[in-house]
C-alpha cells in the first residue's frame, strides 16, 4: 500500500521501503516485458513482437499475455503501438508493502496494560482490535474450519513461528520470488541470497510484514502469544514480494492465478502494484511507454482478479496510506517510485487507479484506531472504501503509543535484522514483545497500517465461508458474491464524524479530510466495521 502521509513522515518509518538509485539501462540491452493482448489477437501480438525484432519466451493464455524479450529502448513503444497490445510492462519490481512500525518508547512510559481474558492467549489483553471487532467472543462460537484455505499475497509467512505453525499449509504455499541481492545500479535490494538459489523456502520471511498478516487472520488459540480472527482456517503462503518490500507484477499474477487453481478462499493483498502511485491510461504527462506500462498494470492485474474470482477466490485488499480521497486526487509526486529518484510532478484524476484497491471485484479495507476513528493516514473515498476495521492508529490519543497499533507476530530472524532484539533475545523497546509463556519464546511486533486493517476483514470473510461454505475445490467454497454480502451485513455502522471536515492535529499541524455519504455508506467506514462476533452468529 502506498506510503506513509508527509504529516508522519517525521514520526514514523516505513518498514518496507528500500531506496534505490536511478537506473540507466544501455539503449540496446535486452530486457524481458509483458505484452498484453486484446481478446481474440494472441497472433496479432506475437506478430508484432517479431516485427519488433523481438523474441517470444513464454505465453500465458490465462490471462491473455506473452512474455517478449526485446532490444533498444524503443522496443515497449513499437510493440504497443499495434492495435492487437493493450498494455506492455517491463518485467521488474512493481510494488510495495505499506506497514509502519510503531514508535518504540524505550523508557516504557506509553506501554499499556496487558489486561486479562478468560480462554485466551498470553497476549490477548493487548489486542485491543480483537476486541473491537468482536473477535475475542467469535473464537469460541466459530473458529473457523482448517477446510478453509486463507492465501497471504505478501512477502512470506515465517511458518516456523510457535504461533503460526499449527495453522501453516506447508505443502501448498508457494514462493514466486527469487531475490535481488542487488539492484540494476549495483546497490544493495534483497541482500545476500540465503539460498543456493536465491529462492527462499515457503516457510520463511525475511521482511516480517507478512508474517504479521498471517498472524491477525489465523493464529491459533494455543497458549501462545496472541489469537487471530479466525484461529481454526489455514494458512497459505503465496508469496509475490521480494525481501526489500517490492513486487514483481509477474509474481503477482502468478499468485493469483496459483490461488485460483487450487481452491484458495480468501487472499489478502496488503500491498499496491508499483511503480505508479496511481496508475492512468493516458496521462499527457507521461511518456508513451510509461503510458503502456501503466495500462499494463491495470489490464493484467484485473485479469488476475477476475481469474481467482470465477474460481471462487473472494479478493481482499488494504485500501492505502496516503491519507487521500481517493475519489478526488489531484497530485502525484511519487511515481514512478522504483528506481529511486525518477520521481516527477504529475496532475492527475479520479481516472488515475490504485492498484488492486481500485480494481473490480475487490473488497478494500479502510483503517481506524482504538477510538474508532479513522486512522490518520488511511485513504479513504465513497467509491473505495468497502470496509474499516482496526490498522492501528499510534496517535489516536494524546500523544503517541505503539500499544494503539496492531500487534501480531514478527519472525525473530527478521527483528535481530532490523536491531529490534538484542543479543540477550530482549526487544529493545516496547513495539516489540515478546512471550516466553511455553517455555520456547515467540516475538510479536506492533504495526500501523491499512495492511494490518486489511486481515481483520480477511480473517471475518474466512469465518463467513467456514460457516456457509459447501463442499468444493481446496475443501469448501462459498461465491465471493456472498462472502461480501454477508461481510457488509454484519458490519457494525460507522457515520461520518461531526463536523465532516475532521480535522486532525499532530503536535500542532492540522490535516482535515472530509467524510462523504450516510451511516451505511460513507468515504471514511465504507458499509461500517467489520464484526466477528456477528458473522459466527448471522443467519441469512
Known amino acids: 500500500m502506498r506510503r506513509v502521509a508527509p504529516v508522519l513522515a517525521a514520526l514514523s518509518a516505513t518498514a518496507a521501503l528500500t531506496a534505490c538509485s536511478p537506473v540507466t539501462p544501455a539503449a540496446a540491452a535486452a530486457a524481458d516485458y509483458l505484452v498484453f493482448y486484446a481478446d481474440g489477437r494472441r497472433a496479432d501480438a506475437l506478430t508484432a513482437v517479431r516485427k519488433a525484432d523481438g523474441t517470444v519466451t513464454h505465453t500465458e493464455t490465462k490471462l491473455g499475455y506473452l512474455i517478449a524479450q526485446g532490444s533498444g529502448e524503443r522496443f515497449a513503444e513499437t510493440v504497443g503501438a499495434d492495435p492487437a497490445v493493450v498494455g506492455v510492462s517491463g518485467d521488474r519490481a512493481i510494488g510495495r508493502t505499506s506497514a509502519t512500525a510503531a514508535r518504540a518508547f524505550p523508557d516504557g512510559s506509553a506501554f499499556g496494560e496487558k489486561g486479562s481474558a478468560e480462554k485466551s492467549d498470553p497476549l490477548s489483553g493487548l489486542q485491543w482490535d480483537m476486541r473491537m471487532i468482536g473477535a475475542d467472543r467469535a473464537n469460541e462460537k466459530a ?7 486463507v492465501g497471504v499475497i505478501d512477502t512470506g509467512i515465517d511458518g516456523n513461528h510457535p504461533d503460526i505453525a499449527p495453522n501453516f499449509n506447508r505443502g501448498l504455499s508457494r514462493n514466486f520470488v527469487t531475490d535481488r541481492p542487488k539492484d540494476e545500479n549495483g546497490e544493495n535490494l534483497d541482500g545476500p541470497c540465503e539460498a543456493a538459489d536465491c529462492k527462499d523456502p515457503v516457510d520463511q520471511d525475511d521482511e516480517g510484514h507478512g508474517t504479521h498478516v498471517a498472524s491477525t487472520i489465523a493464529a491459533p488459540i494455543n497458549g501462545i502469544g496472541i489469537a487471530g480472527v479466525a484461529p481454526g482456517v489455514q494458512l497459505v503462503n503465496i508469496r509475490a514480494g521480494q525481501d526489500s518490500g517490492f ?62 474470482r470465477k474460481k471462487g477466490v473472494t479478493l481482499v485488499s488494504a485500501l492505502g496510506n496516503g491519507a ?36 473490480e471485484g475487490v473488497i478494500s479495507v479502510a483503517s481506524v484506531g482504538p477510538s474508532g476513528r479513522k486512522a490518520i493516514y488511511s485513504d479513504y473515498g465513497t467509491e473505495q472504501a468497502d470496509v474499516a476495521a482496526p490498522g492501528g492508529d499510534a496517535l489516536d490519543g494524546k500523544g503517541a503509543s505503539p500499544t494503539r497499533s496492531i500487534l501480531a507476530a514478527a519472525p525473530e530472524k527478521a527483528l535481530r535484522a532490523k536491531g529490534r532484539i538484542g543479543a540477550d533475545g530482549k526487544p529493545k523497546g516496547q513495539d516489540v514483545v515478546r512471550d516466553c509463556a511455553r517455555g520456547t519464546c515467540a516475538y ?33 467454497t462459498l461465491a ?60 441469512p
Not at 507484477?249 to 508499483?274: E, F, H, P
Not at 502525484?332 to 488515475?352: A, F, L, Q
Not at 499541524?509 to 459466527?536: Q, R
Request: proline content about 8%.
Open 143 to 149: 473458529p473457523g474450519t482448517k477446510k478453509v484455505l
Open 247 to 308: 513486487f514483481f507484477l509477474k509474481a503477482s499474477l502468478d499468485a493469483l492465478t496459483y490461488a485460483g487453481d487450487i481452491g484458495v478462499d480468501v487472499v489478502n493483498m496488503s500491498y499496491y502494484v508499483d511503480p505508479w502511485l496511481f496508475n492512468c491510461r493516458a496521462n499527457p504527462s507521461d511518456s508513451k511507454k510509461e503510458q503502456l506500462e501503466q495500462r499494463a498494470i491495470i489490464t493484467g492485474m484485473q485479469r488476475a482478479l477476475d481469474y481467482a
Open 324 to 359: 487521500t480521497d481517493l475519489g478526488r486526487p489531484k497530485a502525484d509526486n511519487d511515481s514512478p517510485g522504483y528506481p529511486r529518484g525518477d520521481e516527477k510532478i504529475r496532475r492527475i484524476d479520479n481516472g488515475c487507479l490504485n492498484v488492486p484497491a481500485e480494481s
Open 444 to 476: 510479536y511486533q506492533y504495526l500501523d497500517g491499512t495492511s494490518m486493517a486489511a486481515p481483520h476483514a480477511t480473517g471475518v470473510a474466512a469465518i463467513i465461508i467456514s460457516r456457509f461454505g459447501k463442499p468444493g475445490p481446496g475443501g469448501v
Open 480 to 539: 465471493p458474491d456472498t462472502v461480501e454480502e454477508y461481510l457488509y451485513k454484519t458490519a457494525t455502522p460507522a457515520a461520518c464524524p461531526v463536523p465532516r471536515a475532521y480535522v486532525y492535529d499532530v503536535y500542532g499541524e492540522k490535516t482535515t479530510h472530509v467524510c462523504e455519504g450516510g451511516p451505511d455508506k460513507n468515504g471514511f467506514y465504507g458499509h461500517g466495521i467489520v464484526n466477528a462476533l456477528e458473522a459466527a452468529t448471522f443467519k
